[in-house]
């Protein structure tokens, strides 16, 4: 059965984008009828130095509109597994308010909802899956009413791209959950473009990595999968090893986006914002160049379809040249992501999450106009 996934054009919208905002929140609404309901609404609120994550002005029309219909919003994530500012609650908050989530500016608190070092999880079984025996997921989202999933659709280095459904799997798990997801994924090098500048060793976490006679040199041993050393490479010699990392990371997130979504059986809605569509994620202390136009914002029940919808407009768009891409060219209808990030094959979380019954890769793409 085809989700409906409402949408508008940036090419083509005649009025502010928080008309159309308004727009797109009136044919997704969150079906809650419980009064003063509290609503976690689930968003990526940036690294310090990264410019690409959603503008807090778009956020605070959703907690306008959450308002109006008489429920309690709060802004939420979790806290990171890599070493940055958002490692912990204390540091998350602060980058939070310094990107401009703070409640003079969105109307809403903000609640870090693992806990202050990722210790808060509801605990879940996971009997279907072959990969975990438990799941931990955030309290504060597990004992919320609703959630209201606001993610950046962009590129990621493990999954391919970024979207809704990661945003449940890595965005509402707890660090060790994530650690679990992250268990299969080692990076590989090429010593011989390997300029021993350091900066993987800076961002390792697990202190897996030297520099020994002016070259990388990994503990695979220490290597806790996080994958931060191949974002930061500043001359491309990392890439993840090709066994079955990438295909049983994909796995193992669409166990933890069932088992979250199973558990949880509350309302949920989800918003895609296609837009600043940079090769990586926002994990990074920087943004680098977007590799399409921005194209519009959409939203939809079924977080499948909406990533689906999103995946093929950008597809249908041309690629910006970049010289952080090494030159290639893609023409209209390739595939941005996967070029740029190893041939990823995440269709395969798409279609894993859909045989769980998380959604479905079928939809209707309806246009709002005016």
């Given at each position: 059965m085809?989700?409906?996934?409402f ?8 009025k502010s984008v928080?008309?159309?905002i ?12 419980k009064?003063?309901?509290l ?7 940036g690294?310090?130095g990264?410019t ?8 605070k029309?959703?907690i ?6 008489g ?5 939420t ?17 602060n ?18 909802s693992d806990?202050l ?20 997921y955030a309290?504060?989202i597990?004992h ?5 999933v ?11 791209y ?17 650690q679990q ?21 800076a ?13 990388a040199v ?9 994958a ?7 001359t ?6 090709k ?6 990371f994909?796995?193992k997130?669409g166990?933890v ?23 990586d994620?926002?994990c990074l ?5 977007p590799?399409v ?27 910006y040249f ?10 209209v ?9 190893g ?9 894993y999450?859909e045989?769980?019954?998380?959604g ?6 309806v246009?709002?106009t005016?």
């Open positions: 085809k989700s409906d996934v949408y508008f054009s940036f090419k083509k919208n005649k928080l008309q159309y308004d727009a797109l929140y009136d044919n997704s609404k969150l079906k809650v009828t009064k003063n309901a609503i976690a609404v689930k968003l990526h609120m690294e310090i990264n690409s994550f959603i503008k807090p002005l778009f956020v029309k959703i306008e509109n959450l308002k109006e219909d429920l309690k919003p709060f802004l994530d979790t806290t990171t597994l890599y070493i940055g500012q958002r490692s912990n609650a204390v540091d998350y908050l980058a939070a308010v310094y990107n401009g989530f703070g409640y003079e500016s969105i109307g809403c608190p903000i609640i870090i806990g070092r990722s210790q808060n999880g509801k605990t879940v079984e996971t009997k279907f899956s072959s990969n975990f025996q438990i799941i931990k309290s504060d597990a919320s009413d609703g959630v209201v606001l993610s950046h659709v962009k590129g990621h280095v493990v999954a391919g970024g979207g809704a459904l990661k945003n449940i799997a890595m965005g509402m798990a707890t660090r060790s959950t994530k997801m992250h268990g299969d994924v080692k990076p590989q090098i090429k010593t011989e473009k390997c300029s021993g500048c350091g900066t993987c060793v961002y390792c976490p697990g202190k897996a990595i030297t520099i020994k006679d002016g070259k990994f503990n695979l041993n220490h290597c806790i999968g996080c931060d050393c191949i974002t930061v490479c500043t491309g010699c990392l890439k993840v090893l066994n079955e990392s990438s295909e049983k994909l796995e997130m166990d986006i069932y088992a979250i979504v199973n558990d949880f059986k509350k309302p949920m809605t989800f918003f895609n914002f296609v837009m600043d569509v940079t090769p994620c926002d202390d920087y943004s680098r160049y590799i136009p921005d194209i519009g914002i959409l939203a939809s029940y079924d977080p499948v379809a909406i990533d689906k919808a999103s995946i093929d407009l950008i597809k249908s768009e041309p690629y970049n010289q952080d891409q090494n030159d290639f060219e893609l023409a209808d390739q595939d941005k992501f996967c070029k740029k990030n041939n990823v094959n995440y269709d395969r979380l798409l279609k999450c045989n769980l019954g998380v479905s890769t079928e939809y209707n793409l246009e709002l005016y």
